[in-house]
Each structure stands twice: as C-alpha cells, then as structure tokens.
C-alpha cells in the first residue's frame, strides 16, 4: 500500500497569501493518480484538482497542482477567506487508494 | 443536477450489522464507477471500497477486507455497503462518491450517512 505522508500538518497564512501544501508518496505515484481535495468544517470533500495538474469542473485558477513520481504539490496562489479548509491528496494505486492525512490551512 | 443521498446509518451495537445505502440521480448511473469513503470523528478520510460501472471489479481497502461488502443496482441507481461485525472503531461518517467519468478523482460526493458503534 502507497502511504501518502502531507506537511506541514497545520499552515497559518493570511488571505492574500501564497499557499503550497506537500504531498509525499512512499513509492512513485502515476501523475494521472493523484487527486486533491478541500473539505470545510461539516461538509463533503470537494475534488479539487485530477491528474496531479488538471483543475475539476468549477475550481477557480488560483488552484494550481504540481509534480511527479514521489512529490505532489498543491498550490493556492492568492488565498480567499473562502480557502481556509482541510486539504487531503489521494493516490490510485493497483487495486488500491489512499489518502493523506490532511494539511488544516487556518487563519493567522 | 447530480445528487448522491446517503442512509442506513443509525447507532449500532458492537457485533451488530447495518446496510448502507446510496440513491443517485441526475446522471446515467451505469456509466459510472462508485466508492465508499469513511471518516472518524476529527479525523482523515479513509477509502472503504470501490465498485466498477458494470459491478464486475471491487476493490477493497485490505484493512477492512471480510466485513465489508460493496454492492450497486444499476436498474435502481444505487449503491450498497453492508458491513458485517460492527466494531467500535467503525464509527465514522459514511460517504458515498462517484468516480470521475474521465480521469480519476471523486468528482461528487453525498452529505454522509453516521454510523455510530457503541454499546
């Protein structure tokens, strides 16, 4: 199984701000497999970006997603107060999906 | 519009079962893959199972292989979870998800139906 390993656990950054979130793979993940989610405070998780790179349907272009084999990142260029949310990356592997554990970006 | 509406959840005893059940409209079900996603309370989210459009391939997380059965009715537009010997650390919000028609990623996703395991 593909452990999927995020950082930092908690990110404090102001509206405004850039935002990169990380996402380690413990073995080379296709970048078609890798997907990111936001989830707020009891709600469902919402797809973010597919295939490491390609924004879902509706997802403003200020969500950006980037890498390769071992190492995915998310990036939110300029931070609306709307973002401040849990964000989990997801990994298809051989009959088999993980998630991470989640980065919580906050207020500061 | 597309809706997934979860049910079946409800407290439960330790050793005890429960159905799970997805009603999904607003699209062409049989086209589409469908998963079962848990999270514990204030905690992550962890994939239970994964079904194929047709029914045909199952995939299920190893951890929770033997009680856990993922089943769909096309002519129904619904998706089942029965899980079998409910255990304490089951409780959790049940979410079902369909699979990207294109690429892959959980594109819609229900509310969650809870189940609560406890004596």
């Known amino acids: 199984e593909i452990v999927l390993t995020q950082s930092p656990g908690t990110l404090s950054l102001s509206p405004g701000e850039r935002a990169t979130l990380a996402c380690r793979a413990s073995?080379?993940?296709?970048?078609?497999?890798l997907a990111w989610y936001q989830q707020k405070p009891g709600q469902a998780p919402r797809l973010l970006i597919y295939?490491?790179?390609s924004r879902a349907t509706g997802i403003p272009d200020r969500f950006s997603g980037s890498g390769s084999g071992t190492d995915f990142t998310l990036t939110i260029s300029r931070l609306e107060p709307e973002d401040f949310a849990v964000y989990y990356c997801q990994q298809y592997g051989l009959s088999s999906i993980t998630f991470g554990q989640g980065t919580r970006l906050q207020i500061k | 519009e597309v809706q997934l509406v979860e049910s079946g959840g409800g407290l439960v005893k330790p050793g005890g079962s429960l159905r799970l059940s997805c009603a999904a409209s607003?699209?062409?079900?049989?086209?589409?893959?469908m998963n079962w996603v848990r999270q514990a309370p204030g905690k992550g989210l962890e994939w239970v199972s994964s079904i194929s459009n047709s029914g045909t391939y199952i995939y299920q997380a190893d951890s929770l292989k033997g009680r856990f059965t993922i089943s769909r009715d096309n002519a129904k537009n619904s998706l089942y979870l029965q899980i079998n010997n409910l255990r304490v650390e089951d409780t959790a919000v049940y979410y079902c998800a369909r699979g990207q028609y294109s690429g892959y990623g959980f594109d819609y996703w229900g509310q969650g139906t809870l189940v609560t395991v406890s004596s």
């Open positions: 295939g490491a790179s």
């Open positions: 073995q080379s993940v296709s970048s078609s497999y």
């Open positions: 607003g699209f062409t079900f049989i086209n589409y893959s």
